[in-house]
């Protein structure tokens, strides 16, 4: 007789083996001699050591199924049981083809949806540092952050650092409640949004505490040397001409960097310049950065969001004087 513990590597067991653990009783009756026993984010085996190990082969297989697809269904289970090479459930044509970046939560396949998002994901595999420049709703974000986690996935990079200027749009952080932490969270959002679509609460939660997963804002960068990182300036717009310099200058030893920002957008005050814009201008000939520029076309989402930037983009600038108001 012989007991093994199977760490289940982070992921919520009701994600894993449903929420009645129906897929855990599952494996139960395929393993009738074997004692298994769920507890926490460990799986406990008990029996025969040639059948333990056995199973733990197999469950192996069903974790790294479960990491490519986002979910684990009993007919994948049975799939993966009755096969004795190796078997991992056929890759999806899409995902083959390069079309699908990953499988985020409860499978969703995540991927480029636009011919722009499309050309940031080609040109990444080319260039170590990309600039994706587009209004709002254009997916420069949501696809920065899918090419960070399928690195991470992939071991690619051993962590994701996510920053953003931390400039107000148009409000006062300091009259927000709590600390530096709480008042910033708001602001940094997005980020969390996209990263809980691709990757499972559990582990979302333990990457956050150990490090593996950063955000941060800008100004935290300083100094620092990000090595074997997927490091993700959003908002660049918002950062001055020295901020952009410092975080483009944090890049290390195996490293990659994309920096997605909206020049329609920027909310520094009038006497800074965006250091977006001077970036566009001094280093768009250097070889080993790209720059891919989203438009009206890659909106995903609500058709009105196409419309209103559209609106925006042929409306006549107002004469000197009346950009506020009748100019009195």
Request: aromatic share 8%; charged share 25%.
């Amino acid at each position: 007789m012989g007991e093994k513990t199977i760490n289940v590597g982070g992921i919520h067991p009701p994600d894993l083996f449903g929420l009645q653990e129906e897929k855990l009783q599952l494996l139960k009756n395929i393993f009738p001699k074997l004692k298994i026993i769920s507890r926490g984010d460990e799986l406990i085996v008990i029996g025969d050591e040639h059948e333990t190990a056995f199973f733990e082969g197999k469950f192996s297989l069903m974790m790294a199924h479960f990491e490519r697809y986002g979910k684990l269904t009993e007919e994948n289970i049975l799939e993966i049981m009755a096969h004795d090479n190796g078997y991992l459930p056929q890759v999806q044509t899409d995902e083959k083809n390069g079309e699908v970046l990953l499988y985020g939560r409860n499978g969703m396949a995540i991927k480029a949806r636009s011919p722009n998002q499309r050309r940031m994901v080609s040109s990444f595999k080319k260039h170590d540092m990309l600039f994706a420049i587009g209004p709002a709703g254009t997916g420069k974000t949501y696809t920065a952050v899918a090419l960070a986690v399928r690195a991470l996935k992939n071991k690619e990079v051993k962590r994701i650092i996510l920053a953003r200027p931390a400039v107000e749009a148009g409000e006062n952080l300091g009259f927000l409640p709590g600390d530096l932490k709480d008042k910033l969270d708001p602001y940094l959002r997005p980020l969390y949004d996209a990263l809980r679509d691709m990757i499972p609460p559990a582990r979302l939660a333990t990457y956050l505490e150990d490090g593996t997963i950063e955000i941060a804002p800008l100004a935290f960068m300083r100094g620092r040397t990000l090595d074997n990182a997927f490091a993700i300036l959003d908002e660049a717009q918002n950062a001055t001409e020295n901020q952009l310099k410092m975080f483009l200058t944090r890049m290390g030893k195996s490293a990659r960097f994309i920096i997605t920002g909206d020049i329609t957008q920027i909310d520094l005050p009038k006497h800074q310049l965006s250091g977006l814009l001077k970036a566009v201008k001094i280093l768009n000939h250097i070889k080993g950065i790209e720059f891919i520029f989203l438009n009206e076309r890659d909106v995903v989402r609500h058709e009105l969001v196409t419309r209103i930037i559209e609106a925006y983009e042929h409306v006549p600038p107002k004469p000197p004087g009346e950009e506020n108001g009748d100019g009195q």
